[in-house]
């Protein structure tokens, strides 16, 4: 196992995004919401976009695993061999990106954009799955690291309220070669704590740590 993901084992990642057109959508207010939840105890940082994932870099001392996503359809999530050579080089420690069978925009497949991708240099890669076919073909890839990021998104899987525990087993029974992050729709400790019991690697939260839009109406809905 990559050494760096071996260091995550247990932990508890972070990603700190903030949408298009949003009003906590900037680099600053991203590294700054990257240090609050480092001083949490958050093992990583997940990031998004060239200049938070550069500027995270500098602000915290855990790994930052970074991403860009372009576009909101299909293949977004560092969609190309291009977008993910860009954010390698923001010095990111690990470069996370769409691991679907999915068509992607550059016509690569995803075991051509992983192979091109190392070619250019040293890489630490996360796939962002939606099924179990997915992990397999990422595995097949030589991936450093699965997530289950894309259950529920890619069409591969239904949109549970919660994680998909049920494709995470499935997953950490069927590639046990590879360590395989639960990310998406993790919204309580109980049910983080619940991954890592089915076998996760470590456990991404975003939305219930770090979009305050969407916990409020959270709220607002049940008043
Ligand atoms: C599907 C997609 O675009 N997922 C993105 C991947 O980086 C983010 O929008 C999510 O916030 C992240 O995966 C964490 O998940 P959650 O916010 O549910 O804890």
């Not at 991203?30 to 990583?44: D, H, L, S």
Request: glycine share 10%.
């Amino acid at each position: 196992m990559n050494p760096l993901i071996a260091s995550l084992r247990g932990g508890l990642i972070v990603s700190c995004q903030a949408y298009p057109g949003e009003p906590l959508r900037h680099p600053e207010t991203m590294a700054q919401m990257a240090e609050a939840v480092v001083a949490g105890g958050a093992v990583a940082v997940r990031a998004q976009g060239l200049a938070d994932c550069a500027l995270i870099k500098q602000r915290v001392s855990v790994p930052v695993i970074g991403l860009w996503k372009d576009g909101k359809d299909g293949v977004f999530i560092t969609p190309t061999l291009q977008h993910a050579i860009a954010v390698r080089n923001c010095g990111v420690d690990v470069v996370a990106l769409d691991g679907t069978r999915r068509q992607r925009p550059d016509g690569l497949t995803f075991a051509d954009t992983v192979e091109r991708l190392r070619a250019a240099g040293p890489v630490v890669v996360m796939a962002d799955c939606g099924s179990l076919a997915d992990a397999r073909a990422a595995r097949d890839a030589g991936v450093d690291a699965i997530g289950t990021t894309l259950a529920g998104y890619s069409g591969d899987r239904p949109k549970s309220d919660g994680p998909d525990l049920d494709l995470l087993a499935d997953i950490v029974s069927a590639v046990p070669d590879v360590p395989i992050i639960a990310e998406g729709r993790v919204h309580t400790p109980e049910q983080a704590r619940q991954a890592l019991e089915a076998g996760a690697h470590a456990v991404v939260v975003g939305t219930a740590i770090t979009h305050p839009t969407t916990i409020t109406g959270w709220f607002v809905g049940r008043l």
